[in-house]
């Protein structure tokens, strides 16, 4: 199942619901959004979650479990409904399935059955969305070396995407040992990366919530351990569920790789949907995103979806010219970011996104154009972005000379 179904249950029977709600969270492609112990709560809950599917346990009143599968389908047709029952009276199941239940599960259901009715829910469901699945944009920032911006484009991208209300965006720090996404937001979170992982296998929407730290901004942050040694917890298998279940919860959820490139980064590089490398215009830095780049291009998956961004255009230290740079990485520059030093430190002292500190700042601009060119949830705003880039990029060529 190729998309991350956001689910909610309800079932008044202590022992049942807490039988089900395990094994949906054994599930990668699950994410528990609630789970309700009683019928009468439920259409709140699900006003209020808004999950892709409904579970509605039947068996401590099947009566009230079926009127309320009829309300639901009627007020809420955006949520699935998937009846589960120990009973498989013909009568039973026909009613159910009058009531509005896409599907009907026996209990105990197995897991291969659990999975095929999902996977079925899953297929009619975005089938509907002229074939599109709900997807989240998953944006994955790296440097082409240390120090070159990548954490302070990653957060003020992820505070630009914010400002949309339509939007919810989540920012996972990635750099392990040396991360410091939560210095620029001035924040002093209670959880880290590490405390989401311990609990993995037992996540939902609770506990996710608990463990994000949400900005002023609306940018909720995932941040890195405190603790070095604890580093050694986190798997590439873990990440990549953490970011699955971001994935089903934001409608963007930005990532700050670490320098090393390890397998970590790699898996969540893997998971993005689009990669964003950060470079300056000096030749070590360039070669650096050369030979990623020979080495994502190795790779069927990556090498389309891999961006170069350039950053502290105009810096007045023998930059090497945008020309010579394009004619060294062989390819277009997605964007270019202006030289402020002055306004990043400001920015990054304080503890805060640029869009506060410097709202009419040029590089304030910039970032507001990468992050509309990086939206892919709206193409008009990214074809729009896109034209208002190109002008601007003429504009720093005609102004800067280190980018002729």
């Known amino acids: 199942m190729s998309n991350v179904l956001r689910i909610a249950l309800v079932d008044p029977n202590d022992a049942t619901r807490e039988s089900l709600k395990a094994m949906l969270l054994g599930l ?16 709140d809950v699900l006003e209020q979650t808004t999950p892709d599917v409904g579970v509605v346990a039947l068996d401590s009143n099947p009566d009230q479990a079926i009127e309320l599968i009829e309300r639901l389908t009627a007020e809420i047709p ?3 409904i998937l009846a589960a029952s120990r009973n498989t009276d013909g009568h039973l199941i026909l009613k159910t399935i009058r009531a509005g239940a896409r599907e009907f599960l026996t ?31 998953v944006i994955a920032i790296a440097g082409g070396s ?27 720090d990635l750099d392990l040992a040396l991360g410091d996404a939560d210095v620029f937001l001035d924040s002093i979170p209670d959880y880290t990366l590490a405390d989401v992982v311990q609990n993995v296998s037992r996540l939902d929407i609770q506990l996710l919530k608990r463990s994000l730290t949400k900005h002023s901004s609306g940018l909720h942050l995932l941040p890195r351990p ?12 873990n990440i990549r569920k953490v970011i699955g279940l971001l994935k089903a919860s934001f409608t963007h959820l930005i990532i700050d790789l670490s320098k090393s490139y390890s397998l970590i980064d790699m898996a969540a590089i893997e998971s993005a949907s689009k990669v964003v490398l950060i470079t300056q215009l000096d030749l070590p830095c360039l070669r650096n995103v050369v030979r990623l780049m020979m080495s994502f291009e190795e790779m069927e998956e990556l090498k389309d979806k891999v961006e170069i961004v ?19 990485l062989g390819r277009e520059v997605f964007a270019l970011l202006p030289n402020d030093y002055r306004t990043m430190v400001e920015v990054r ?18 970032i507001r154009e990468l992050a509309a060119k990086l939206d892919g949830a709206n193409q008009q705003r990214g074809e729009e972005a896109d034209s208002t880039s190109k002008s601007s990029e003429s504009k720093w060529k005609k102004f800067w000379p280190g980018t002729k």
């Open 310 to 328: 350039v950053n502290r255009v105009g810096l007045d230290s023998g930059q090497i010219s945008l020309k010579k740079a394009k004619e060294t």
């Open 349 to 366: 002292n304080n503890g805060v996104p640029l869009i506060v500190q410097a709202p009419r700042a040029g590089i304030t601009h910039a």
């Open 107 to 137: 209990l105990p259901v197995a897991d291969e059955d659990l999975s095929s009715a999902l996977e079925r829910v899953s297929q009619q469901r975005f089938g509907r969305m002229d074939g599109r699945a709900r997807t989240s944009e």
């Open 226 to 237: 405190v603790e070095l040694q604890v580093t050694n917890a986190i798997t590439c298998d």
């Open 146 to 172: 240390g120090g070159v911006g990548a954490t302070s484009t990653a957060v003020n991208v992820g505070c630009v995407l914010a400002e949309n209300t339509m939007n919810s965006v989540a920012l996972l």
């Open 78 to 80: 955006g949520t699935e």
């Open 28 to 43: 990668d492609t699950v994410w528990l959004e609630a789970d309700c112990s009683r019928y009468e709560f439920f259409p």
